[in-house]
């Protein structure tokens, strides 16, 4: 092990492998029981789920290595897709015609906890950029916004 990573956790209700903690808890909506799992250094869970009850009924199922191996697999699926919304969501871009020529603008959201930043920016059909300017982190980007951008030579949007 390094000095980053614990030691191996192998417990009915709790398992620890590498970077991942999987802790069976009480579901407290109900009788039943959920599994928490998460990434070391997190004090969220990445994945909370329901959990299968053991054979008596009462007790949750003992954590296992394929069980383990699927939670994590699970957890990592959602992060990767809460990741990819997060970056759909401060990214985005729509291609106008101006003038016979293909632009693609984009506005890209820097969020910051001091006040988020953004910018609009214009590519050609080689990828080239042909302007950048800082915009509002609410600027509302659509083929309209867009087209009257590049029209009016690429100006700062005021909105």
């Known amino acids: ?34 599994v928490a799992m998460f990434l070391d250094g ?9 959990w299968t009850m053991g054979r008596n009924k009462k007790d949750p199922k003992p ?7 699927t939670l994590v697999k699970t957890a990592k699926e959602v992060i990767r897709r809460s990741e ?21 603008v984009e506005l890209a959201i820097v969020p910051d ?10 590519v050609n059909a080689f990828d080239e ?4 300017v800082p915009v509002s982190p609410g600027f509302k980007l659509h083929v309209n916004s867009a087209e009257a951008w590049v029209v009016s030579g690429f100006e700062r949007p005021l909105k």
């Open 1 to 34: 092990m390094t000095q980053d990573t614990q030691e191996p956790i192998h417990e009915d209700r709790v398992w620890s492998d590498e970077h991942w903690t999987a802790r069976v808890i009480k579901n407290e909506d109900d009788d039943g029981w959920a």
């Open 42 to 50: 997190q004090a969220e869970p990445a994945l909370v789920g329901p």
């Open 63 to 69: 954590l296992d290595t394929s069980a383990f191996n």
């Open 84 to 104: 990819q919304q997060r970056h759909a969501e401060l990214n985005k871009n729509v291609s106008v015609s101006v003038g016979g020529q293909r632009i693609r």
């Open 113 to 122: 906890e001091e006040g988020a930043t953004a910018s609009l920016r214009a």
């Open 129 to 132: 950029e042909l302007a950048r």
